[in-house]
């Protein structure tokens, strides 16, 4: 039997589009709820898959574009 590992802890909504990606990519997962009282949950994977999945995840981190990132810069938001 596969050892499981927390990939993420974060709200349902954002635990629930990750887990769809990795799905849809063939990474088998599972949630648990963390806490009762804020809602938070995790997100697990098995062990043999966690680096697929990191890998999966850091393709779709936002970035910050250059025009942002310049007002960043100058003091502007």
């Given at each position: 039997m596969s050892e499981?590992?927390?990939?993420l802890t974060g709200l349902p909504s954002d635990v629930a589009a990750v887990q769809s990606l990795l799905n849809a990519n063939g990474i088998p997962t599972f949630t648990m709820q963390t806490d009762p009282y804020t809602g938070t949950m995790s997100l697990l994977v098995p062990a043999s898959k966690f680096e697929e999945a990191l890998q999966l995840l850091q393709q779709f981190e936002p970035s910050t574009s250059d025009d942002e990132a310049a007002d960043e810069g100058n003091g502007k938001t």
């Open positions: 499981w590992v927390t990939l």
